[in-house]
Structures are given as C-alpha cells and as structure tokens.
C-alpha cells in the first residue's frame, strides 16, 4: 500500500542545511497500522507530510495507494487521507459543517457529503456535540473530529501524526479504538509516535527512525526478541554463585551476570527458556525463592539501535 | 468548471463566517462614516465649494481608503486559519489551489462593495448626487483594488506567516500609498513634486477615475487609465498569490 525507496529532504535554516530524512524505505501493506517510533526531530512528521503530498521530497520514490507520488501527487490526495499533529478544525464552526466541507473539498456533491458527515458523526461518536461551535470542545473531541475529518472519503490509507499527544489516558484509550476499527474496515493506518506503549500496543509493525534514518523495523515483538531475547532474573539466596555456574553453559543462555541475591540472564525466548531453568536449578537441589520474566521494551531497541534511550531524548 | 465549483464552495464557507460574525463589516462602515460625519463639513468649508461639489470629491476618496485598508490587511485571517491547521487540512485534499485563494479573496470582495454601497447611499443625504452606471463603473474601480490587496496580503502573509511581522509591513507600505492617492484632498492641492510622485501610484488613478465617475464623467481618460493599471496589477497579483497558495509550504 506504501513502498518508498530512497525519500530524503533536507532543509535550509540559518544558512546550514539539515538532513531531516536521510533515505527512508518502507514498504507497508495493506490493512496495516503501521507505526512510525521515534523521539521529536527524528524526522517522522517530514517523511509523513512527504508521503501525504503537503512537501516535496529531495530524492526518492514513493508509491502510495497504487498512485506516483512525484508523478502524480494529485491522485495520491484522492486515495490518502492525512490528519495533522496540531489540529485542524476552525473554532467558530461546527464539526458538521467541517465534515460536510470536507467532503465537499474532495469534489463529492452535497447531498453525499451531508450523508457522510451524519455516519462519521454516528461511528465516531461524536453526536453529543457535533453541532456546537467548535472553539466548545475538549482535546479528546478535537482529535476525534480531526480523524473523522481525514477519512470522510473513505481513503485507502490514513496518516495520522501523533494522534494521542496531549490526551488524558481515556481519551487516548477511546482513539487507540477508532484506529483499530478503521483497520478493521479494511483501511491502512500510518501512524507516528512517540509513545512506546503506544506502538507496542497499537501497531502491526513498527518502524524505529533517529536522525533522519529507520534504525529498526519489525513486529513490535520480532524487534524486542531480535535486540535483547528475554530477560528472566533468578532469585537463590545464598546460592547465586552455583546458579551462575550451573546455568552460564546452558545453550539457550545468551547472557548471565549476578543480581544481588542471584542472577540476571538474557535468553532467547523466556518461555521456553523458563522450565529448563527451573530443571537445571532443581536436579542439582538449589532452592529457588524467585523467578521473574520481563520482555524487553522497545525501549531496549531504541538503547540498542542508538546508544540512547527514548525517554531521554 | 472545477475552479469554479471549488472557488464557490470556499466563496460560501467564507461568506458564512462573515455573516455569521460581520462586525468586521460593520465596523467597516462605521469608519468611513465617521469621516463623512466629522471631517466631511470641514473639507466642505476649507474648500469653499458646494455641498454637492465637496462630496462628489470625497466620498470616492473615503471609498478608495476603505477599500485599501479594508482589505490589506485580510492576511491576519490566513495567518490565524494556517495557525489552526485549516489550510494545511485543504491542502492535502484535491480542492484548486487557485480557488483557496479566490474563494477568500471574493469574499472581501463582496464584503466591500457591499460596505461601499452603503455608504454611497448614506451620502445621498448630504447632498450627493451619482448616476446609478457611474456608481457601478466606480464600483468595479473598488472591486479591482480589493481583489488586488486582498490577494497580495494573501501572498505576504503566506510568506511571513506571523502577525508580528505582518503589521509593521503592511502599514509601512499601506500609509505612503495612501497619503499619496489623495484620498482625503485631491492631488491638484499638491505641491509639484508630490503631485509628481503620486502619479506613479496606481491607486492615485483609482482616486481620480472614482472622482471622475461621481462628478458624471465617465468618458475622463483617467476612468479607462484606472481600470487598465488596476487591472493589470490585478491579474499580477492573484498570480503571485496563487503560486505561493499552490507552492509547498512548511
């Protein structure tokens, strides 16, 4: 639904050129939410106003929704819908009259666009205040509209940047929602976070960008086990050090070092790796007092892939 | 025809918000009328002319001014529209670029023609005297001047995108343009240098081929000579809007 190859832009300011997307391939199919992770100036909102038409790009090719984004820009609009990070609504109207308008401005006539409205209105939720002025609404509503605004003529492909920033925890929770259900009406959903549990949660696939560059791409899940297995801590008091010894040669161990009263390892897979823990432990009488598993975040990817962690940058 | 269709459909989203909050209108009116009130007796005495004679000279200067500063300084509504993201949400959809800006220019358009309308007839009062042909001719003078400033406000707010920047410009350029269109008293009162710069003013035309139509004149050279440079600068400045409307923007 969205192969790019090589899409780079650079920006002039202050005399000094920055890279902001430094070639960029992705490939993302259809019906996928696919997650665009990485920290504020990574470069995520460039590549998506990119691939949404709103910039040229420097370099590169893209094909969006079976349309040339170079070549035709004005087909891609027709096929895509785009829902901006800093809203998009004007206050003194309502979000019926943006809805209709809306539709309006993708040449559907009105009485078509009025139906449209009044079912973005009933799928989104939104009839408690659809027709109050907008300037009235809450940030969680604000967001809503905005969404319904981005697919009132039902594209193949979404792009949403950062949908859930500034939202209070429901109101995040009630959006994560409408994008499952747009895919599963069969839409494809390009979203960017910074949120990591928003990726892990929400996504199909994930694609890590720092620095104008995607570092990882996976499942949420295939990029955790691909950087750092799973960790399981092993609580043995007093007998850490013959844990160490009994587990260290073990084959599906990847990593071991002690842990206060045991020891930390990394292995592939925790929940295989688990019961040969506690066999090993057992045949030679140790006595367990704890064991934990935790998976890794991504977190640990993005520490992995750049050397720093995501909540710090 | 999609141009068209797209123009009319921003043409009414426009429209609509104006009448759905037209003090910006009204408070449009009311200052020429404040003029007309207040300062209209005294050019009438400092002139020594008629009643009738006075105000065919400046009721079209009032209009001028009201058409200059009534649409110059359109590009704040852009900035606080691109501040909300509505132009950006626009943008992504197929809508002409051209008619995002028609759309909105239109409706200052209509906005002051409609404002120059009613003043016209709040004139007649005091003693002025138009054909119905002149009026309207004098209208399409004021018609051009809106499109033109409103397009190149547009334009220069799209550049700047900050009110802060936008304010200081447009009255260093707007202030000159006016004072020496002799909007308030005719450039024959001028010394001969003003006179002289004020030729190269387009909207000094403007004044002369208004007056000339309020005092019965159509035929006046400076009538077709107005038209003319205000049509040309026209054309010239809703290609310039519409190329930055159409260009990428951050």
């Not at chain 1, 202050?14 to 391939?25: E, Q």
């Not at chain 1, 939104?126 to 907008?134: G, N, P, Q, W």
């Not at chain 2, 200059?68 to 002409?96: D, Y």
């Amino acid at each position: 639904m969205i192969e790019t190859i090589g899409l780079r832009k650079s920006f002039r300011a202050r005399k000094a050129t920055v890279d902001a997307v430094r070639g960029v391939d992705l490939s993302v199919a259809k019906g996928e939410i696919f997650g665009f992770l990485g920290p504020n100036g990574a470069g995520k909102t460039t590549t998506l106003r990119m691939l949404a038409t709103l910039i040229q790009p420097d370099g590169g090719e893209a094909t969006i929704a079976g349309a040339d984004l170079r070549r035709n820009p004005g087909q891609v609009r027709r096929r895509i819908g785009y829902v901006a990070q800093g809203g998009s609504t004007w206050d003194a109207v309502t979000a019926r009259e943006e809805l209709v308008l809306q539709a309006r401005m993708y040449g559907i006539a009105k009485a078509d666009a009025r139906q449209r409205a009044a079912r973005a209105i009933e799928s989104f939720e939104l009839a408690e205040f659809a027709d109050r002025k907008c300037q009235t609404y809450s940030g969680g509503q604000r967001r809503r509209v905005d969404v319904a605004l981005g697919i009132i003529h039902a594209p193949g492909v979404i792009f949403l940047d950062e949908p859930t920033t500034g939202l209070d925890p429901q109101s995040r929770a009630h959006m994560w929602d409408e994008v499952r259900r747009l895919r599963s009406e069969g839409m494809t959903v390009f979203i960017t976070t910074h949120y990591l549990d928003e990726a892990d949660a929400l996504c199909d696939r994930v694609a890590i960008m720092d620095h104008g560059e995607i570092v990882a791409e996976g499942t949420p899940n295939d990029l955790k086990r691909e950087v750092s297995g799973d960790v399981v801590t092993v609580g043995v008091p007093g007998a850490a050090e013959q844990a160490a010894k009994l587990l260290d040669n073990q084959p599906y161990v990847r990593q071991l070092e002690p842990s206060g009263d045991g020891v930390r390892l990394v292995v592939d897979a925790g929940a295989t790796a688990m019961p040969q823990i506690l066999r090993t432990l057992d045949g030679a009488g140790v006595r367990l007092d704890s064991i934990e598993l935790h998976r890794p975040s991504l977190d640990d990817v993005f520490l992995t892939k750049t050397g720093r962690s995501l909540r710090e940058s | 025809m999609k141009l068209a269709r797209d123009t009319w459909l921003i043409f009414q989203r426009q429209m609509m918000l104006v009448l759905r909050n037209p003090v910006w209108v009204i408070v449009g009116i009311i200052q020429p009328l404040y003029y007309l009130f207040l300062f209209g007796p005294l050019l009438k005495g400092a002139l020594r002319l008629p009643s009738a004679e006075a105000y065919r000279i400046f009721v079209p200067g009032i209009l001028v001014q009201l058409a200059i500063f009534g649409t110059f300084f359109v590009g704040f509504a852009l900035i606080s529209e691109l501040r909300a993201g509505v132009i950006e949400r626009s943008r992504v959809t197929p809508v002409s670029r051209l008619a995002l800006l028609l759309g909105r220019s239109l409706r200052d358009v209509v906005s002051l023609v409609v404002q120059a309308a009613i003043i016209t007839v709040l004139s007649i009062p005091f003693g002025l005297a138009v054909g119905l042909g002149d009026a309207l001719l004098a209208f399409a003078v004021l018609g051009l001047i809106a499109l033109m400033l409103s397009a190149a406000s547009y334009a220069i707010a799209l550049k700047l995108r900050s009110e802060d920047a936008l304010a200081p410009l447009l009255n260093t350029v707007g202030v000159p343009i006016l004072l020496l269109s002799g909007v308030l008293l005719p450039m024959r009162y001028a010394p001969h240098w003003l006179a002289d710069v004020a030729k190269w003013n387009p909207f000094s035309w403007a004044v002369d081929g208004s007056r000339a139509l309020f005092a019965g004149n159509p035929g006046d050279s400076s009538v077709w000579k107005s038209l003319l440079i205000l049509g040309v600068l026209t054309v010239l400045s809703v290609f310039w809007a519409a190329r930055s409307f159409a260009k990428s923007v951050r």
